[in-house]
């Protein structure tokens, strides 16, 4: 791939798994939070399932669209967009109903010296949103960084595992959690967590990083030596399919791929592709923030892109100095500063 319209081509492509499944989801799909780094891709993949399947579903986004031109990008895709702040009670009532609601709206970074925005986003409107939706069924992206720092060797990280956030951003995601599941008792709104760590895009995310420090022969700081990703195209599929899973209380629901890997070995890998030899510092903590996903993997199948894919593209694309988003994800951070 070399551009990025080949890139989300191949991101949105809808596998035969999830187009069976869309005509099993009965009404239409509303993404709240669509123009953040999944979104775009998210409603588009569940688009063109819906239009392979041939069942009449509307999918909707809504977002901010602090960048104009996503609105005629989706729109031409065939999706209806509605620009609205949601910390705004007028502009939430206003929504339609719909049947089903994939909810991706949250904030992560500049979290450090805005902590009230942050927990205004992933605390409180949660609540409003699920009294607004309580007749939907819900998918509520929420992150791997609600649970503790994990033994590597152990891979012990299922969704039995109880949380215990480091730092703001976290303990506002488990907030998330919380607020949710009280409303999914009040209601008895059928729900799915979505537990997310580390979703692969070509322009951005865990393995782009390191790909971008070998190449450039920066120093790369193995403190937290392990981490588990999931290319963005699977992570969208297991969302969308999430919605034939979701029950009251909430299903909770650990995504990523099935490996732990080592940052250590990445790099080598990156180094094998690109002819440079990676530099390190410091050494491997025997814990890290890991996520075991097998849950998911049973409901949906191993994801469809490989970690060793992964390298391939990543590896080609940076040398090809293709398009990034420059969002890093502050992977290496172990006290929860984002």
């Known amino acids: ?49 819906i239009d392979r399947a041939g069942v009449p579903k509307r999918v909707i986004g809504v977002a901010r669209f602090s960048d104009e031109s996503l609105i005629e990008e989706l ?18 009532q206003s929504l339609p109903d719909v049947k089903n609601i994939i ?56 969704e039995d595992i109880p949380p215990n956030p480091v730092g703001e951003y976290a303990q506002s995601c488990l907030g998330r959690e919380r607020v949710l599941t009280y409303f999914s008792h009040k209601h008895q709104t059928p729900m799915v967590i979505f537990r997310l760590n580390y979703a692969i895009d070509m322009r951005y995310g865990v393995l782009l990083e390191i790909a971008k420090q070998v190449y450039n022969s920066t120093p790369i700081d193995l403190t937290m030596g392990n981490v588990n990703v999931i290319w963005q195209g699977d992570a969208n599929e297991y969302a969308i399919r999430s919605l034939l899973h979701t029950d009251h209380p909430p299903t909770i629901l650990n995504v990523t791929g099935p490996e732990t890997l080592s940052v250590r070995w990445l790099a080598k890998e ?13 050494s491997e903590n025997p814990t890290a923030l890991l996520n075991n996903a097998s849950n998911a993997h049973k409901l949906f199948g191993y994801p469809k892109v490989t970690i060793q894919q992964m390298i391939d593209m990543i590896a080609e694309w940076v040398v090809s100095d293709g398009h990034t988003l420059n969002k890093p994800t502050h992977f290496q951070e172990r006290e929860g500063a984002f």
């Not at 986003?121 to 998918?139: C, D, Q, T």
């Open 103 to 158: 909810y991706m709206a949250g904030n992560k970074f500049g979290t450090v010296g805005n902590e009230h925005y942050t927990w205004g986003m992933n605390a409180y409107l949660p609540g409003r949103v699920a009294e607004k939706f309580k007749n939907s069924r819900i998918v509520a992206f929420s992150t791997g960084n609600v649970y503790p720092f994990t033994t590597v060797s152990s891979n012990d990280c299922t």
């Open 1 to 49: 791939m070399k551009t990025i319209t080949e890139l989300e081509d191949f991101m949105s492509a809808p596998s035969d798994e999830l187009v069976k499944d869309i005509q099993q989801v009965d009404g239409d799909i509303m993404i709240l939070g669509v123009s953040g780094k999944m979104g775009p891709t998210l409603a588009k993949m569940t688009k063109r399932a």
């Open 75 to 92: 729109e031409g895709f065939g999706i209806e967009t509605i620009k609205a702040d949601l910390l705004k009670e007028e502009a939430l």
């Open 270 to 282: 990156f180094g094998k592709r690109m002819k440079k030899d990676p530099i390190f510092v410091n």
